[in-house]
């Protein structure tokens, strides 16, 4: 993946095409691997999916899903949260032991500690079943744009010969923490850490607003797609990975408002 490679990705993927709409036929199409036990939705699933133009997999178990992502290279993971032999949080966290790719949880319940469990092992959105097909499309194609982020393209006007803007104008410093915008790539104390398109996105925001604070519906809208309002608590989740990666005071909490990066 040309761009998550850029993020010092360790995924196995290989670069989704565009999400704004189906597979065009000049691209390969987006390989999702689905593991759902319930034989019934795991095949409505399927067939829905692949009418948009995904190219589909399917596991009936934790294990067959796990085995099934480690032959072969997918785009993105829908994984449901209760499966038999190894559940979807433990697949997820497997998952994250090697790839970056995107993962959807899908939970029977939009409450409890299934959806807090699901983002704390790595997942970037998820879904309450039942799930209607518009909707989880929409999921999927936002959590493709941002596994297919690129830098902002150039300004209307400059030609390829034009003088580029210094490279330090790229290169965003807060302390110890470093951010290549255009090569996407992250330090601290000048190691590189790997980040999930989510958590890349996010980071994104904050530095493009230093010091300012950044409500959650606003952050739900800008780095999640919802355009009405989401549950802010993947904004939380993926916040606390946030810090475990780049240090526990980078972000801070300002209380009853949302969330600010420190200069």
């Known amino acids: 993946m040309p761009h998550l490679n850029r993020l010092n990705c360790l995924s196995r993927s290989d670069p989704p095409v565009s999400s704004s709409a189906p597979a065009p036929a000049s691209s390969r199409p987006v390989r999702v691997l689905l593991v759902e036990d319930d034989d019934l939705m795991r095949r409505s699933f399927t067939v829905a999916l692949e009418r948009y133009g995904y190219e589909m997999a399917a596991a009936a178990d934790g294990l067959a899903g796990l085995e099934l992502f480690r032959e072969e290279s997918f785009d993105l993971l829908i994984l449901d949260v209760m499966l038999p032999g190894l559940d979807g949080i433990g697949l997820c966290r497997r998952v994250r032991e090697t790839s970056l790719v995107p993962v959807l949880m899908m939970s029977a319940r939009g409450d409890g500690l299934d959806v ?72 601290v104390s000048g190691s590189p850490v790997a980040l999930t398109p989510t958590e890349l996105k996010l980071l994104l925001e904050f530095a493009a607003h230093p010091g300012i604070v950044l409500e959650r519906h606003t952050l739900l809208r800008n780095v999640w797609d919802y355009g009405w309002d989401g549950d802010s608590r993947v904004v939380d989740l993926c916040v606390q990975r946030l810090r475990r990666k780049l240090g526990r005071d980078r972000i801070q909490t300002v209380r009853g408002f949302g969330y600010k990066l420190r200069r």
């Open 116 to 187: 807090v469990a699901g983002l704390e092992a790595g997942a970037d959105d998820y879904v309450v079943k039942p799930v209607e097909t518009g909707v989880l499309v929409a999921r999927i194609r936002s959590l493709l744009r941002r596994a297919s982020y690129a830098p902002p393209a150039p300004e209307p006007g400059r030609a390829s010969g034009d003088e580029l803007p210094p490279a330090e104008e790229e290169v965003l410093v807060f302390g110890d923490l470093t951010i290549d915008t255009g090569g996407l790539e992250v330090s």
